[in-house]
Antibody, heavy 119, light 107 residues
Framework: QVQLQESGPGLVKPSETLSLICSVSGYSISSDYYYWAWIRQSPGKGLEWIGNMHHSGDSYYKASLKSRVTISIDTSKNQFSLKLNSVTAADTAVYYC???????????WGQGTLVTVSS | DIQMTQSPSSLSASVGDRVTVTCRASQDISNSLAWYQQKPGKGLKLLLYAASRLESGVPSRFSGSGSGTDYTLTISSLQPEDFATYYCQQYYDARALTFGGGTKVEI
């Protein structure tokens, strides 16, 4: 059974970098078919896709976040990570990691982790 | 980006009711549409993909239809465990994935 679990600080100060890790079990992150994604959910903006990364290095990012976002993959740990820099209160959200095919929906999701941006 | 508009934003229903949720895309998405269910404190669960294909393990009371820009999720007989929020999502543009605003199904 594929399982994803997000982890990381629940509180980040404004202007700093938000860093999260998604640990994947039950499936190899090195699979050629799947990408690995981050999505966030806030009351104000609903569900917002952040970006996808493939173990080959191919990646897609939401245009409005692209300048601040990095998604990377660690195949040795079967994990992938999200870094979002220069955060503001508008980045406060529940962050989810998920698995997604090349042109298919997100088929497995983590439970999500709340990140609050506040001083 | 392709805009996804869901309606209604919430609805009240009873066990056994037939429930319909609609999703409209801002352009033709050629059936590249998924429906998800979310319960409080949980991640999203994939229910249907390709507009009408049921994900493995999802009860047959869930169905989807539509084409072009307009799509529908139907629950034929609402069960207690179906009270949740439902989202549509387009994956036609894989470089700019977008979701609908959600429909909360309440008792």
């Amino acid at each position: 059974q594929v399982q994803l679990q997000e982890s990381g600080p629940g509180l980040v100060k404004p202007s700093e970098t938000l860093s999260l890790i998604c640990s994947v079990s039950g499936y190899s992150i090195s699979s050629d078919y799947y990408y690995w994604a981050w999505i966030r959910q806030s009351p104000g903006k609903g569900l917002e896709w952040i970006g996808n990364m493939h173990h080959s290095g191919d990646s897609y990012y939401k245009a409005s976040l692209k300048s601040r976002v990095t998604i990377s993959i660690d195949t040795s740990k079967n994990q992938f990570s999200l870094k979002l820099n220069s955060v503001t209160a508008a980045d406060t959200a529940v962050y989810y990691c998920a698995r997604v095919g090349g042109a298919t929906p997100f088929d497995y999701w983590g439970q999500g982790t709340l990140v609050t941006v506040s001083s | 980006d392709i805009q996804m508009t869901q309606s209604p934003s919430s609805l009240s229903a009873s066990v056994g009711d037939r429930v319909t949720v609609t999703c409209r895309a801002s352009q033709d998405i050629s059936n590249s549409l998924a429906w998800y269910q979310q319960k409080p404190g949980k991640g999203l669960k994939l229910l249907l993909y390709a507009a009408s294909r049921l994900e493995s393990g999802v009860p047959s009371r869930f169905s989807g239809s539509g084409s072009g820009t307009d799509y529908t999720l139907t629950i034929s007989s609402l069960q207690p465990e179906d009270f949740a929020t439902y989202y549509c999502q387009q994956y036609y543009d894989a470089r700019a994935l977008t979701f609908g605003g959600g429909t909360k199904v309440e008792i």
